[in-house]
T-cell receptor
Framework: DQQVKQNSPSLSVQEGRISILNCDYT??????FLWYKKYPAEGPTFLIS?????DKNEDGRFTVFLNKSAKHLSLHIVPSQPGDSAVYFC???????????????FGQGTTLQVKP | KAGVTQTPRYLIKTRGQQVTLSCSPI?????VSWYQQTPGQGLQFLFE???????NKGNFPGRFSGRQFSNSRSEMNVSTLELGDSALYLC????????????FGPGTRLTVT
């Protein structure tokens, strides 16, 4: 049972355009969501997060949107740059749930390619 | 601040052996979580330690164990290695259990032959 899903394995965009990465979740106990970027042979790098009490969070070129009723979140990168090319993972946690404390559930990842 | 460090970075072991991996969290972080990444299963949670206590455990066999020391450094151990244990093992730290963001180390690439 995959609780966090990234249905698009890959995405290709032109430099300067917007990249939109999507993520769906099934567990209504999730109250915190994160996006990570990963290069091969390296650990994931934290990008941005959002609490379930918000529907939007921005940090520079990165914006995360959360739609709780649809159990959907998305990461927008504007403008996209070639250096953004990497695998992007969304992750979720249920911080208030005692059995899930400190546990991140990851999606399968989306490979983003930004073409110059 | 120095990031999360993991040693060793690469390891080759033979089936049936055991292995110990080490993780040093970011200074001031007291929670350490471990994850396994494989091509087929993706990133999966192994366990979390906070204040030297295991707070949560993923769905892995008892061959996978860990511990945390008083300085928050953590080790994980895998006994009786199987070919399927070949993976990238990632350690992540956060300032407290359930605090939200976790910061990952570079990982240890374990190959079991």
């Amino acid at each position: 049972d995959q609780q966090v899903k990234q249905n698009s394995p890959s995405l290709s965009v032109q430099e300067g355009r917007i990249s939109i990465l999507n993520c769906d979740y099934t567990n209504s106990m999730f109250d915190y969501f994160l996006w990570y970027k990963k290069y091969p042979a390296e650990g994931p790098t934290f990008l941005i997060s959002i609490s379930s009490i918000k529907d939007k969070n921005e940090d520079g070129r990165f914006t995360v949107f959360l739609n709780k009723s649809a159990k959907h979140l998305s990461l927008h990168i504007v403008p996209s740059q070639p250096g953004d090319s990497a695998v992007y993972f969304c992750a979720a946690s249920a911080r208030r749930g005692s059995s899930n404390t400190g546990k991140l559930i990851f999606g399968q990842g989306t490979t983003l390619q930004v073409k110059p | 601040k120095a990031g999360v460090t993991q040693t060793p970075r690469y390891l080759i072991k033979t089936r049936g052996q055991q292995v110990t991996l080490s993780c040093s969290p970011i200074s001031g972080h007291r929670s350490v979580s471990w994850y396994q990444q494989t091509p087929g299963q993706g990133l999966q949670f192994l366990f979390e330690y906070f204040s030297e206590t295991q707070r949560n455990k993923g769905n892995f066999p008892g061959r996978f164990s860990g511990r945390q020391f008083s300085n928050s450094r953590s080790e994980m151990n895998v006994s009786t290695l199987e070919l399927g244990d070949s993976a990238l093992y990632l350690c992540a730290s956060s300032w407290a259990s359930g605090s939200g963001e976790q910061y990952f180390g570079p990982g240890t690439r374990l190959t079991v032959t």
